[in-house]
């Protein structure tokens, strides 16, 4: 008889997006607003960085850590727009997106038993990486009404003497959250005093409307426990190339780059060439794309309040976190019922975790008129709803006065 594979990897739930993607692009004429991909293409001076390292052979193995030059360049704009500094030959690895990024983390300080503290509702990859090494996801419920920031007393009742980490995505996915140098000063003395890792996703950075980006990695009392990712998916509008990158203490870089040099190697070269250009030329596009989202977001929000779906306005990334409480429909009966009747596709808030049910995400990484003609048919599928109910009601209360007449 064949022995059974991990039971860890038998045990992970699918991803709730994908399941809805994937019916979504089995249908005709859907007006898609569950993926979480920019809808530009790739600067092209960015793709011909790429285009021209296959032309001219660039297409060997880099240093495991990636190229130089790269690193060189990451490190200058993790120093001039954030104002943290890195080591490019000690403290950088060139990762294959954010995905690798986040399982070299929990590979390298996971060990079975310990506990890794989620925010819910979290980003899908999460929880599944620390299964994998046999923890244990604790997991804090993030509010609407204090727009799903972590709050400094819900971390501390949190931590206990097994946990080993916690893994933050600010500005978040899925709802648009973001915190404040001031918010994260008040969480500075419980990770300094606990000792605890912080994994800190950082990959929608650029795309933060209000306000300046913060990370923990800016107080130096904590820096050396908190592992940044990044990459270029998101604000380059590069998604298929597949690259990311830690920011490490030299000592948690040398344990990760023992894992990422035995399973990876280096990441794709054309992928880091076409990064260099994006980091040294491609700051401009970033700032276009941004403009057009924040006009994006602000169409959508405005929509959304006035059908009665409550939205609070998200600070950064291209999501929405709708409230759909009113529909009386949970999460996954109103994604299913809006793709069924009006073909429009989004994201159950249940795809990012329990806290996540009554509430849906929609990603505005669309044209304004996919969202405008959006919006109209989830308006007209909250009216069908009402009418639906009206005649439920009126159903009803003439069966009563049936049942009175013949008595």
């Known amino acids: 008889m064949i022995k ?6 038998i045990d ?6 994908r399941k809805f993607f994937d019916l979504a692009s089995s249908m005709k004429g859907v007006i898609s607003l569950g993926v979480g991909e920019p809808d530009f293409d790739t600067p092209w001076h960015v793709t011909e960085a790429g285009v021209d390292s296959l032309a001219n052979g660039q297409t ?3 240093a495991n850590r990636g190229l130089l030059r790269l690193r060189q360049e990451i490190s200058k704009f993790h120093d001039e727009h954030y104002g943290t500094k890195y080591d490019p030959d000690k403290e950088i690895i060139v990762t294959v997106g954010g995905s690798e990024a986040v399982d070299l983390c929990c590979r ?3 060990e079975p038993g310990d506990e890794v503290i989620v925010l819910d509702p979290n980003y899908v990859a999460y929880e599944p990486a620390i299964l994998l090494q046999h923890a244990k996801p604790v ?5 609407e009404e204090t727009e799903f920031k972590l709050l400094p007393e819900d971390l501390e009742k949190a931590i206990t003497d097994k946990t080993k980490a916690i893994i933050l995505n600010y500005p978040s996915n899925p709802t648009g959250g973001v915190m404040t140098r001031e918010d994260y000063e008040k969480l500075v003395p419980i990770i300094k005093k606990s000792g605890i890792y912080v994994i800190s996703d950082e990959i929608y950075a650029e795309l933060t409307f209000d306000g300046e980006f913060a990370s ?9 426990q908190v592992i940044v990712i990044n990459g270029f998916s998101k604000a380059f509008a590069m998604t298929g190339w597949r690259l990311g990158y830690t920011l490490s ?3 948690i870089s040398s344990l990760m780059l023992k894992i990422h040099q035995f399973v990876i190697m280096s990441a794709p070269t054309p992928a880091q060439h076409a990064a260099i250009e994006a980091l040294k030329n491609g700051y401009p596009d970033v700032l276009e794309m941004k403009k057009s989202y924040e006009q994006r977001r602000n169409l959508l929000v405005s929509r959304l309040n006035k059908m009665g779906l409550k939205t609070n306005m998200p600070h950064g990334t291209f999501y929405v976190f709708a409230n759909i409480k009113p529909s009386r429909l949970s999460s996954d009966d109103f994604c299913t019922q809006l793709l069924e009747q009006e073909k429009v596709a989004i994201v159950p808030g249940t795809a990012f975790g329990v806290h996540g049910e009554g509430f849906v995400r929609i990603s505005y990484a669309t044209s304004l008129d996919n969202i405008k003609k959006a919006c109209e048919k989830i308006e007209h599928f909250l009216e069908t709803l009402d009418n639906q109910r009206k005649e439920e009601l009126e159903a009803e209360v003439l069966e009563v006065m049936e049942e009175i007449i013949s008595i």
């Open 60 to 62: 060997h193995y880099t």
């Open 108 to 110: 390298t300080l996971l």
């Open 216 to 224: 923990l990695a800016q107080f130096d009392e904590v820096k050396d």
């Open 249 to 251: 203490s030299r000592e």
């Open 139 to 143: 997991f804090i419920e993030l509010k």
């Open 4 to 9: 059974k594979p991990s039971q860890a990897v």
């Open 12 to 17: 992970i739930k699918p991803s709730g997006i």
